[in-house]
RNA sequence: CGGGGUGUAGUAUAACGGUUAUUAUACACCCUUGGGGUGGGUGCGAUCCGGGUUCAAUUCCCGGCACCCCGACCA
């Protein structure tokens, strides 16, 4: 990608406004923009993370067995009224067209499960899992702190079906498991907690997957021996670790990236979601859900990883892999950097290349480590004279020169994920 | 939803009640400069909406709307 090309500009100033971290750095070096409270729309570099990131949650949730598939967002009332969450759901949406009303979709268990029903009959047919990537609406009463708290956000959502419980208990660790992959991968699982949670009425637990930040909203508690915490919410019937029994837990502000939830019978009961068992019994279906923000995630990645200047985006889910930069006036400077650029991309190496002219080095620079590519490489004329470019990664200090037909070789083993 | 704050060019800002509405940056053109926002010139561009007070409102008052922060809420 050719930088003077890019669609979205860094600006130079950003408001005084006490803003979070993220919604700072993310807009201000062109990811985003807003269009209401807690409304974005992605630019390009923007939209290239939230697909790193939709790639990487894809490709786990193929993994445990996850189809995928894409339900609407326009949901008919009379799928909420069967559930009674169209009284109960505060923050659903509301819409009346030509005297129909609907609901803007904040989750999709009264979508999925009339759906699952058309295919479900017997225990032939199960288990089933069914994930999606897709946009959820919900009327915060307070949109919040960039991409951690909007009202349309994107969600991948997956809903088990089973047996019986001890089916989804099963696939419940797994998932989890599953999750904590995901984060491994992101380059964010040490600081993730698996968080006990309200489990409702018809469980004693569920899990929540929190990430300690300050701008997180969740206070939760930690015990540091199991590496797990407990939500507040609960914190009074279970005021000890619930693994190993440890009062002595610390407490920490964390932003919920991730929930998985045992819903048991709750959605297929409404929605007589039966199936045919062995013996010809008639049973209802045990169900799950598992939910990952990924706008919230990036918002995450962002409040996690950054510095003064700007962003350190994570290798697997950064918006390029290199940031290709000319300093300098001389003609063999700009075509070495063109010939680089040719020579990356014929590499599968995906390059954002600052073609811009007219702008002075220094800006040139802090725009690099604003937008925050991990690998920078500069061309020049100190660097030619060695037949050289230089490489620096942007969360570390050091910068090599490496030698241009070495060069592949060394960002292909730096890539290696 | 309660409390607090803020609304001026694309962005960031200035203006004890006195319109020619400041400055920087961005943008367009010209020159200059090239390893950390280079220097200079010319040009373009704004007071959230509605009411009130006043000779006069960007400024004060009321209402609305929007945004930010704190709290409550968050399957």
Known sequence: ????????????????????????????????????????????????????????????????????????????????????????????????????????????????VPLAKNFIQTYKDLPLYLFQIQTKFRKEKRAKSGLLRQREFIMKDLYSFHENEKDLDVYYEIVKKSYFEIFKKIGIKNYTYLTYASGGSFSKYSHEFQVITKAGEDTIFICEKCKIAINKEIINETFACPICGNKNLKQEKAIEIGNIFKLKTKFSEPFQLYFTDKNGEKKLVQ?????????????????????????????????????????????????????????????????????????????????????????????????????????????????????????????KNLLIL
């Not at 995630?297 to 290199?322: C, N, R, S, Y």
């Open 1 to 112: 990608m050719l930088q003077s090309k890019l669609f979205g500009k860094t600006q130079k100033f950003s408001s005084r406004e006490d803003i979070s971290i993220n919604e700072y750095f993310l807009q201000k070096a062109g990811f985003i923009t807003k269009t209401a409270a807690g409304i974005y729309s992605f630019l390009p570099l923007g939209f290239r993370v939230l697909k790193k990131i939709e790639g990487v949650i894809r490709k786990e949730m193929e993994k445990i067995g996850g189809q995928e598939i894409l339900m609407p967002a326009l949901h008919p009332k009379e799928y909420w009224k069967k559930t009674g969450r169209w009284e109960t759901m505060d923050d659903l949406y509301k819409l009346r067209v030509n005297n129909k009303e609907f609901a803007l979709g904040p989750t999709h268990e009264e979508i999925v």
């Open 287 to 411: 169900m799950g859900c598992y939910g990952i923000g990924l706008g919230r995630l990036m918002g995450t990645i962002v409040e996690l990883f950054h510095d003064e200047a700007g962003i350190l985006w994570p290798k697997i889910v950064a918006p390029f892999d290199v940031h290709l930069i000319p300093i300098g006036t001389q003609k063999n400077i700009d075509k070495t950097a063109k010939k680089l650029y040719d020579t990356l991309q014929k590499e599968k190496i995906e390059v954002l290349y600052d073609d811009r002219k007219n702008k002075s080095v220094g800006e040139i620079l802090k725009d690099c480590d604003l937008i925050g590519i991990p690998i920078r490489i500069i061309v020049s004329e100190k660097t030619l004279k060695e037949n050289s470019v230089e490489l620096k990664e942007r969360n570390k200090k050091v910068k090599k020169l490496i030698r241009i037909s070495n060069l592949i070789k060394i960002l």
